[in-house]
Structure formats: C-alpha cells, structure tokens
C-alpha cells in the first residue's frame, strides 16, 4: 500500500509559478509510474503530467505543455510538479497518482483508472 500527501498549492495571480510536492510515506517511488491531475469545481478530473519509472519518460496535456514540468526529486519518495505562468483556467484540485510496478514500466499512463494510490489533492487557485 502506497499513501501520497500532496503539498505547495496556494492562491496565486495569472503568470505566477506554484511547485506542488507529492511525498510517500514509507516508500520509494522509484519503481512506480507517477502522475498529475487536477479537478476544476463542476469539471471531470483530467490529466495533467505523467512520468515513468523506468527512464523518466514525460508527458503532458496539451493545454499545460511548455508550462509545466513532472520531475522526480533527490528523495526517492518525492515528485514534483512545477507550474509556470499560470491560467485562471488552471485552478482546481491537484492529485497525485502512482502506479504499481509492471513489465510496461518505460510507459507514461494518462487514464486515471490505470493508476492504483491518490492522494488527496492540494487546491490551486489562480486569479486574473
């Protein structure tokens, strides 16, 4: 069992940077497949980034491309997703996600049902 705590969402102005943190408590999640999404009030939960545990393949939802960057930390147990000139339309409830470890490990999921541990989410909130 695998228990994420996301961190680092806050209020900020259109333009503004956030980094948000996804931590494993007790675990490394150097062998699983992590990804990022979010939930805007009224709005399905989509996916924003994704990265793999076997060569830290990246990918993005067009909407956030050249904005946001999925990146594994210095700790083991730690992901990050930096988010650069932010979009009113990119508030919402940000989620962590990680897979368990399978033979197809080099591949980045982007399907919410394909992931097996959430955290709670961290809101973001982005004024005009």
């Known amino acids: 069992q695998v228990q994420l705590v996301e961190s680092g969402g806050g209020s900020v102005q259109a333009g503004g940077s956030l980094r948000l943190s996804c931590a494993a408590s007790?675990?490394?999640?150097?062998?699983?497949?992590m990804g990022w999404f979010r939930q805007a009030p009224g709005k399905e939960r989509e996916f924003v980034a994704g990265i793999s545990w076997l060569g830290s393949r990246t990918n993005y939802a067009d909407s956030v491309k050249g904005r946001f960057t999925i990146s594994r930390g210095n700790a083991e147990n730690t992901v990050y997703l930096q988010m650069n000139s932010l979009r009113p339309e990119d508030r919402g409830v940000y989620s962590c996600a990680a897979k368990n470890p399978t033979v197809t490990g080099a591949l980045v999921y982007g399907r919410a049902r394909e992931y097996d541990y959430w955290g709670q989410g961290t809101e973001v909130t982005v004024s005009s």
């Open positions: 007790g675990r490394s999640l150097s062998s699983y497949s």
